[in-house]
């Protein structure tokens, strides 16, 4: 909950999706520099029945908080080397959308595992939350399956043994 994470455009997406008649639920989970903020913006939208801040999370806890997710929203506006929280949910079968921006490009594919946002703001958000809704059952299922997929490429075997071939060329 930082400068730049993109905290804030996140509430203002939920806002605008309820106030375009979706029923959407959301968790924040995380520390920062700027909890106070985001605290003060959920009261000042009146959003603290529909978006629950619920802190910091021990990392062995967080395979326990993902599987609750539909999807994952990872609007940081920062150049993410990896961005490994996206591959967590990833890990757990959530899509992910986030910025067409650092390692997030590595890993997600438009449409296939996750969406890539175009813009900044919550309106770009809403719209590709809105077209990720009206998927068939089977096309989310396969998303989530594809996300899966992906993750498995990080695992950290599968990425030792990359790096160890790589390095082998070197020498």
């Given at each position: ?90 890990s757990c079968g959530i ?42 059952d089977a096309e989310r ?31």
């Amino acid at each position: 909950i930082d400068e730049g994470k993109g905290w804030d455009i996140f509430i203002k997406t939920v806002v605008l999706l309820k106030k375009r008649g979706f029923n959407v639920k959301a968790e924040m989970v995380g520390r920062g520099s700027q909890i106070l903020e985001l605290k003060n913006m959920l009261k000042e939208y009146q959003m603290e029945d529909d978006i629950n801040y619920v802190g910091a999370i021990a990392y062995k806890d967080l395979p326990n908080i993902y599987p609750h997710f539909d999807l994952f929203v990872f609007p940081t506006q920062l150049f993410e080397s990896l961005g490994l929280v996206a591959i967590e949910a990833m890990s757990c079968g959530i899509p992910v959308i986030g910025n067409k921006i650092g390692g997030l490009q590595d890993y997600i594919k438009d449409g296939v595992n996750g969406f890539f946002v175009e813009g900044q703001d919550a309106k770009d958000y809403c719209q590709i939350i809105k077209q990720y809704i009206e998927l068939t059952d089977a096309e989310r299922n396969e998303m989530k399956k594809q996300a899966r997929l992906t993750a498995l490429e990080y695992d950290s075997e599968q990425t030792f043994n990359k790096l160890y071939t790589q390095l082998e060329k070197l020498l």
